[in-house]
Every structure is written in C-alpha cells, then in structure tokens.
C-alpha cells in the first residue's frame, strides 16, 4: 500500500477544527489540485466559491441547517455547476449557447464534484480536515441567493474546511462485495443483504442509540431523512434548474 | 508540494493502454479506496460495475460512441448512482422507502462520482491510466439494459483503467482567478473572459486545427456538443430517472 491509497483509506470527516487559520499559499495548492481534476471535453463547467467572512458563515448557517462545522471551520468551499462562464465566453466568441439542458447541469455537477473531491485530498495531504455537507444541495435556493449565483450556476457540493482539533474513529464501509459487480448488475439476494450491513448496523446503533429507534434501517428513514424532507428538497432543486435554465 | 498534490497536478487522461492485465490485487486496492470516499450520511448510495469480459465490452462500444479507450483497457468502470441495495436492506428491516426522488438520485450520484474520483487516484498512484468518459452519461439508457440494472439505478460516470502506454501532455486549466469566488459570486465581465480562455483557447486551436472551424468556443457548440445531442441526452436521462423512479 503507498502512501496516497493509504491517505485515502485513512479518510473521517472532520467537524472540530483548530483556530489556526489557513495561509493563501495553503488554500491556493488546494485549489490549483481541484483544477486538476478530469473534467468533460475540458470544459470545466464549475466555480468554486471560498468562504471566510464570519457575517458571510452566518447568513449561510441556517441554510446548512446550523451545523458547526460551517462556524467552526476557517474556511468553507461552495462547487457549483457554471455554465455561466462559458456561456459569456461562447458570447464574446460568437458561440450558440447549447447547454440550457438538464445533461449541461449534470456534466457541471460531475465537474464540480470531481475538483471538490480533489481538493479534499489535496487538503489531506496538508494536514487539514473536511467534512462535506450535504445541506448545500439540500438548501441550494437559499444558497444561490445568499452567495448571488446568476443564471446557470448551482451549488451542488460544499465542505467546511480547517486544521482539525479531534481524529474520530474511521467510520466503517460496506464490503466491497457489497458495492462491486461483475459485467452485469446481481440484485442483492435478501439473505445478503443483512450480511453486506451487518458491520454498519452495528456501529450505526452505538452511533445513534440515543435517538431510541430499534434499527439502523428507521434510523435512516424516520429520523435522518424524512420522505417530507426529500419530497421538499427535490421539488426546491427541480425549481430552481428551472429558474436557472438547466432543466430543458 | 508534498507527493500527493504532485500526483494530482500531474493527472492527463490516458487513452492508450500496454495490454498488461491488472491484477485482482491491485484492482481490489483501488476499490477499496473508492469506498472511503465520503458519503452522504455514510449511505454509500452507489454501486461499481467492472467490465472485463470481451464480449460485455463490445455490447458495450456503441454506447461509448466507439471510442476506442473501451476496447484497448483491460477494465472499464462503471459507477452508478444506486438506492436498489439501500431499498432492499430497508425492505428486511421494515423501514419505509424514502428514496423515489431527485434528491436521493442526486445524492446517489455524488457519491458514486467521489468514490471514482477516489478510484481514479489510486490507480493513478498505482502507476496506472484512467479517462472518464462522458458517454456514461449521455448513454445511461442504453448502459442500464446492457449492464441490467434495475430499479433505483443509474449509471452515473465511467473510465477505463490500464497501464499507459502514452503520456499525453497535461491539458491546460482555467487560471484559478477564473474560477474561484471570494464570498460572492462575481460574473466575469466580458473583457476578462478573453484573458481567462486565453491559453485554452490557444491549446484548443491546434488539438482541434484539422476541424477548420474559427474558434474554440464554435469547436465547442458546432462540432463537439451540438444543442440537438444535448437536449436529446437530457431528455434521455430524464426519461431513465422517471422509468427508474428518481424524478419525484
């Protein structure tokens, strides 16, 4: 095993951060690795918006659902999906603008999640400590008005960044078995099933023993994601792709 | 510049491969990194597809428009954006099913495109190539009857992985004053656009000389991405989600 795979084996979340601030030289590497990243036809339909501005956190905290790790952590990345950028830049070149689609929002969103988790690495590498936040896509209205995003820009992925204050415990994985096939897709025979989450359940229920649910299973659907809540965010999200020109 | 960074900055996409096989330990390894990726409430709503096999690669060529990367590396993968398993393991758990919806096909689909990007890393680091390839995408219809994917399961990105046996020269990148944001989104005004584009534009010009189009922004809209495949992937896809039951 070399050191990257072993970097990335290595990952958790991190919520608790140091006060230590981030250097522009710091953040710029970061940055210039999320670049790097592959991108279709290399067009790089993404934006990365820095958070450091304290008033700026606190606008977005409600969005983010008043975590933390927003508040705590230096620095706060948005990725969104931009074909605003090139949209004036096929403009000035006298260009059709063929990307009011919905394939255009998702080859800006692959984009933007392949230079986040680039960065995620490459701030790793630095000793720093993310966690993602899933509240960017969820609360991507109130986001795109708080951060000014004009046409054709999304937010889709975001995470806090900074030095961390706690190393928690690597959170288990489903066995690859659970997760690869072969040539064809086989649809999990139910008596698998159980032994392809045997290790989750088991850490999930100390995870969550508190909440007072009997199953890891209700956990998830009773406490941490509602079919209100996912009805509502993907009704906010289908509106505003439209709004933003992304849903043709 | 610590190794990390340095292998990231120093990605190109390999689209020519030795016919060297990949043993099932190193593709093991690889996998296994892609499962630490993060993932929405550790859901790990996503599997991976390993196409070896001659004959699965040839259903598969006209798909991936018959580019010729499918055929030359010994793996292709597939990543989907899946809550099939999560659906069934809900099912013996008596929990309710959450997950018909956008959202969940968006949350599905982040965390099978970290997961790759964390594939394509570690193979990277491994010494080996990778290209993704966008007609995953673009063909979801098509790939989810050739790779039989049921319910809840959509194809969501892919590359091919093998040893190279080319090293192109790295593509050039956006500056990253064109695209980062500090604290608000600020749309570029037109005279920067052009200083932004500058470099890729003059990259582009001669990948793209022998087309005998103008610029690179009319390559873009005239020859590469025509409105009409657009809106014909978007309505493709959007079709696959409803069959697939993801657009409540």
Same mark, same amino acid.
């Given at each position: 095993?070399?050191?990257?795979?072993?970097?990335?084996? &290595?990952?958790?979340?991190?919520?608790?951060?140091?006060?230590?601030?981030?250097?522009?030289?710091?953040?710029?590497?970061?940055?210039?690795?999320?670049?790097?990243?592959? &991108?279709?036809?290399?067009?790089?339909?993404?934006?990365?918006?820095?958070?450091?501005?304290?008033?700026?956190?606190?606008? +977005?905290?409600?969005?983010?659902?008043?975590?933390?790790?927003?508040?705590?952590?230096? !620095?706060?990345?948005?990725?969104?999906?931009?074909?605003?950028?090139?949209?004036?830049?096929?403009?000035?070149?006298?260009? =059709?603008?063929?990307?009011?689609?919905?394939?255009?929002?998702?080859?800006?969103?692959?984009?933007?999640?392949?230079?986040?988790?680039?960065?995620?690495?490459?701030?790793?590498?630095?000793?720093?400590?993310?966690?993602? +936040?899933?509240?960017?896509? =969820?609360?991507?209205?109130?986001?795109?008005?708080?951060?000014?995003?004009?046409?054709?820009? /999304?937010?889709? !992925?975001?995470? &806090?960044?900074?030095?961390?204050?706690?190393?928690?415990?690597?959170?288990?994985?489903?066995? /690859?078995?659970?997760?690869?096939?072969?040539?064809?897709?086989?649809?999990?025979?139910?008596?698998?099933?159980?032994?392809?989450?045997?290790?989750?359940?088991?850490?999930?229920?100390?995870?969550?023993?508190?909440?007072?649910?009997?199953?890891?299973?209700?956990?998830?659907?009773?406490?941490?994601?509602?079919?209100?809540?996912?009805?509502?965010?993907?009704?906010?999200?289908?509106?505003?792709?439209?709004?933003?020109?992304?849903?043709?």
């Amino acid at each position: 095993m070399n050191t990257v795979i072993e970097q990335l084996k &290595s990952h958790r979340s991190v919520r608790k951060y140091k006060e230590k601030t981030i250097s522009s030289e710091v953040l710029d590497q970061i940055l210039e690795a999320a670049t790097m990243a592959s &991108s279709s036809g290399n067009m790089q339909a993404y934006s990365i918006i820095v958070t450091e501005d304290e008033k700026m956190k606190e606008k +977005m905290f409600k969005a983010h659902f008043e975590q933390s790790m927003l508040m705590e952590a230096p !620095v706060f990345l948005t990725f969104c999906a931009d074909f605003n950028r090139m949209r004036r830049w096929l403009k000035i070149r006298d260009a =059709a603008n063929n990307f009011d689609n919905f394939m255009s929002f998702m080859i800006g969103s692959i984009d933007a999640i392949l230079a986040s988790q680039n960065a995620a690495i490459a701030a790793e590498s630095l000793g720093l400590g993310i966690c993602y +936040m899933g509240t960017t896509l =969820a609360s991507s209205t109130e986001l795109s008005e708080i951060l000014e995003l004009p046409e054709n820009v /999304i937010p889709v !992925v975001g995470f &806090s960044l900074g030095y961390p204050d706690e190393l928690p415990e690597k959170r288990k994985r489903l066995p /690859i078995e659970g997760i690869i096939h072969k040539e064809k897709y086989q649809q999990y025979p139910f008596y698998e099933i159980a032994k392809i989450y045997e290790e989750k359940e088991r850490e999930g229920m100390k995870r969550y023993q508190d909440v007072g649910i009997e199953n890891l299973a209700k956990v998830y659907t009773e406490y941490k994601y509602t079919e209100e809540s996912h009805i509502k965010y993907s009704k906010d999200l289908l509106g505003l792709l439209e709004k933003q020109r992304f849903l043709n």
